[in-house]
């Protein structure tokens, strides 16, 4: 089976797989792309026949969770890993995805800045006496 050949972006993106008439499962997204996305489903399983499904992501902005809503066809489905690619290509898909990969980049500034300031400070502590 052909692969491919978009530009994949590396995210970890909490998800619920709505799928009709079967319920929901739930994973996460380890790739995108502007034409679809990579998911490794956690709990739950996606029925072999599926097609069609929706993904609502979860995305922590540091002050509150954004939801967003995407539909998606199923191109590959191995286990417990999924391809989707994107049922509407639109603006409203790309707009989507930049604010997924904003967030993941703006959540990676922020720890790698906390454990810059965490070291810092923990190396300016001056050592116990008697060591």
């Known amino acids: 089976m052909e692969r491919r050949k978009a530009k994949r972006d590396q995210i970890l993106v909490d998800i619920d797989i709505a799928h009709p008439g079967a319920g929901y499962c739930h994973g996460h ?8 996305v990579s998911v490794h489903v956690d709990e739950g399983e996606l029925p072999a026949a599926q097609r069609s499904v929706i993904l609502n992501m979860r995305v922590w902005t540091g ?65 116990p006496a008697g060591s």
């Open 29 to 36: 997204v380890e790739n995108i792309s502007k034409g679809g």
């Open 63 to 127: 002050n509150e969770i954004l939801y967003r809503k995407m539909y998606c066809r199923v191109v590959r489905h191995n286990s417990s890993r999924l391809a989707m690619e994107f049922a509407e290509n639109d603006i409203v898909t790309e707009a989507i995805i930049q604010d997924l990969m904003f967030y993941q980049k703006r959540g990676q500034r922020h720890e790698q800045e906390k454990q810059v300031a965490t070291g810092s400070f923990a190396n300016a502590l001056p050592e």
